[in-house]
């Protein structure tokens, strides 16, 4: 999996039954091991929507960058337009320093 990944390759696991284990291990075994950047996003719970997702990226990008120019508590309080426009701005610039943040989502079709 990590081969497709690596050449910008998503990976869509679904059919009968939880894949949560599957995913976990990998996890597990190829990207906290080799010291990759991963959020896992537990879709399955109610309040979990785009604004979760935005919100675990920015501290991603807090964590990472100090060039990040506000808290969490304000990037919270503005509009999920904004949200994504700001994520997506910083990312794009942080290409140059190959930095790459894995996303796991459990549940996806939950909802």
Do not use: P, W
């Not at 910008?8 to 696991?13: K, P």
């Not at 679904?14 to 894949?19: A, R």
């Amino acid at each position: 999996m990590k081969f497709f990944q690596d050449c910008g390759f998503n990976i869509l696991v679904h059919g009968v039954g939880s894949k949560r284990n599957i995913l976990n291990d990998y996890l597990r075994d190829k990207l906290y091991q080799n010291g990759h950047d991963v959020t896992v996003v537990n879709g399955y719970h109610s309040g979990t929507g785009m604004k979760n997702v935005l919100a675990s990226c920015f501290e991603f990008l807090a964590m990472t960058n100090s060039a990040v120019e506000m808290n969490a508590a304000s990037f919270k309080e503005r509009n999920i337009r904004f949200q994504f426009k700001f994520v997506l701005r910083k990312f794009q610039a942080e290409k140059e320093y190959e930095r790459v943040l894995y996303f796991v989502i459990h549940s996806l079709d939950k909802g």
